[in-house]
C-alpha cells in the first residue's frame, strides 16, 4: 500500500524522471541488472533481504548509485548501524515534496563534478579517515563517566571527519527535526551522549584509517589548516555582528570548507601526488592542478559528498564555493562568503605553501559593500594568527 500510495504522489515526475517501483529487495536487483539506477530508495524493513543489506550489495555492485534508507523505526542505533551505507534517511511516512527536493539538490551537485571517476568514488564513501590523535582522545572520553556534552563537542568540533560523520546523522530525517543541526555540540543534545557512546564504540561510527602522508604534506597540515579557517571564518562572523549560536554554524563552514582535500588526498593518493608536483612546478593554485591532474576539484567533490549526506546548505556551499564565492546563492554575507575570506586571509601567512594561492575576491566585496571590511577582518585575525585560540567553542 505504501509503494503504491508513492507511485501515486510521484507520477507528476514520470516525464522527467524513469522510476520503477518494486516490492522485495530481490527485484531490486534485478531492476538494476537490467539497467541501473541513479538512485535508490530502500524501505529498511523488507521481507527477505532488509534494506540494509540491499544497500550494501548495491554499495558492492554499484558504487555510483545515491542511497536513501526509508524507515518509520524509532530504534535510533539500529538506524544509525546503516549509516555507512545509506547517504541519507527519509522518514515515513514520506513527504514526496521533500524526497523530490533532496533528489533534486542531489543531482544539481553531483552535475558540478565533472570527473565520472571522482563522482563514482564519493558515493562510495562511507567514512572519513579521523586525526589518529583526536580519534583516541574521543575514544578515552567516551569510555569515561565524566563525558559531558560540551566536551565532547568541543572535542569532535577539531575533527573534521568526526564533524561531518555527526551531522550527517543528526541530520537525517529519521529524527524528524524542523532545523537543521550546524554543530557537534548540537548533535550530541540530540543523540545523546549513551547512543553517541555505543555508536562510536561498538558500531565504528568513526575512523581511524585511510589517512593520508605525503613527503612535504600529511593529515597534520590539512588539520590545523581546518581549525585555523574554522576559527577566523568564526571570528569574522562575530565582528559582522553575528550571534554565538549563529557564529557556531560559520565555525562548522571553515572546518569543513577543504572536506574535499581530505577526500582526494586520501582516495587518490598517487594522483595526489602529482597535483602537489604539478603545483610547485607550475606554480598554479590548488584547484588547477587538481583539475589537470584529477579532472575534478575538492571544492566540487566536497560540496557533492556534504551534499548527499544533507549537511545544512550553508556548510555544503562553503565546501564548494569558498574559492568561488561567486557562486553561492543567496550573494549575502553567509559562512561561504566568510570561509572564503578567511582562508584568503590566511594564505597570506600558510600554514603550508599547498594554501598559499587563495586570494580574496574583490569585486564581489565591493560589490556587496564589503570590501572596506577587510582591513577590521585583518585585524581582528592578526590577534590570533593562528586561528588556534578558540576551540573550546559550542
Known amino acids: 500500500m505504501l509503494l503504491e500510495l508513492m507511485r501515486e504522489t510521484m507520477e507528476d515526475m514520470a516525464p522527467a524522471w524513469d522510476m520503477t517501483f518494486v516490492d522485495s529487495g530481490s527485484k531490486a536487483l534485478a531492476a538494476f541488472a537490467a539497467a541501473p539506477f541513479d538512485v535508490v530508495v530502500a524501505d529498511l524493513w523488507m521481507p527477505g533481504m532488509d534494506g540494509a543489506q540491499l544497500l550494501q550489495k548495491i554499495l558492492v555492485r554499484y558504487p555510483s548509485t545515491v542511497r536513501f534508507v526509508l524507515s518509520g523505526c524509532d530504534d535510533a542505533e539500529l538506524a544509525a548501524s546503516v549509516v555507512d551505507r545509506a547517504h541519507q534517511f527519509v522518514r515515513k511516512p514520506c513527504d514526496p515534496t521533500f524526497l523530490k527536493s533532496i533528489l533534486r539538490r542531489t543531482f544539481h551537485l553531483g552535475a558540478q563534478v565533472h570527473n565520472d571517476h571522482a563522482k563514482e568514488l564519493v558515493a562510495r564513501i562511507g567514512r572519513l579517515p579521523s586525526v589518529p590523535s583526536l580519534y583516541v582522545e574521543i575514544t578515552r572520553l567516551m569510555g569515561s563517566e565524566r563525558a559531558t556534552v560540551e566536551k565532547l563537542g568541543a572535542a569532535i568540533s577539531r575533527d573534521m571527519a568526526m564533524t561531518a560523520m555527526l551531522l550527517k546523522l543528526a541530520n537525517s530525517a529519521f529524527f524528524g527535526l524542523r532545523q537543521t543541526v550546524s554543530t557537534p555540540g548540537e548533535a550530541i543534545s540530540i543523540l ?59 565555525f562548522t563552514a571553515g572546518l569543513l570548507h577543504d572536506v574535499g582535500i581530505l577526500i582526494l588526498a586520501s582516495r587518490f593518493p598517487d594522483e595526489y601526488a602529482q597535483v602537489l608536483a604539478t603545483g610547485r612546478k607550475t606554480g598554479s593554485d590548488l584547484e588547477t592542478a587538481e583539475f589537470h591532474v584529477l579532472g575534478a576539484t575538492h571544492g566540487e567533490v566536497g560540496g557533492y559528498l556534504l551534499g548527499l549526506w544533507g549537511l545544512p546548505p550553508a556548510v555544503v556551499q562553503a565546501a564548494s564555493w569558498h574559492h568561488q564565492p561567486q557562486f553561492q546563492e543567496p550573494r549575502d554575507f553567509t559562512p561561504a562568503l566568510a570561509a572564503h575570506v578567511a582562508d584568503s586571509l590566511l594564505s597570506e601567512d600558510p600554514e603550508h605553501e599547498i594554501f598559499n594561492s587563495a586570494k580574496l575576491d574583490e569585486g564581489l566585496l565591493r560589490a556587496m559593500g564589503l570590501w572596506e571590511r577587510v582591513p577590521v577582518w585583518r585585524e581582528g585575525l592578526l590577534k590570533d594568527p593562528a586561528g588556534m585560540n578558540d576551540l573550546h567553542f559550542q
Open 192 to 250: 545523546g551522549i549513551d547512543l553517541l557512546r555505543s555508536l562510536v564504540l561498538a558500531h565504528g561510527l568513526f575512523s581511524q584509517s585511510g589517512g593520508f602522508r605525503f613527503p612535504t604534506f600529511t593529515l597534520a597540515h590539512l588539520w590545523r589548516h581546518s581549525v585555523a579557517v574554522a576559527s577566523a571564518t568564526k571570528q569574522i562572523a562575530e565582528l559582522q555582528g553575528c550571534g554565538r549560536s549563529r557564529s557556531a554554524e560559520f
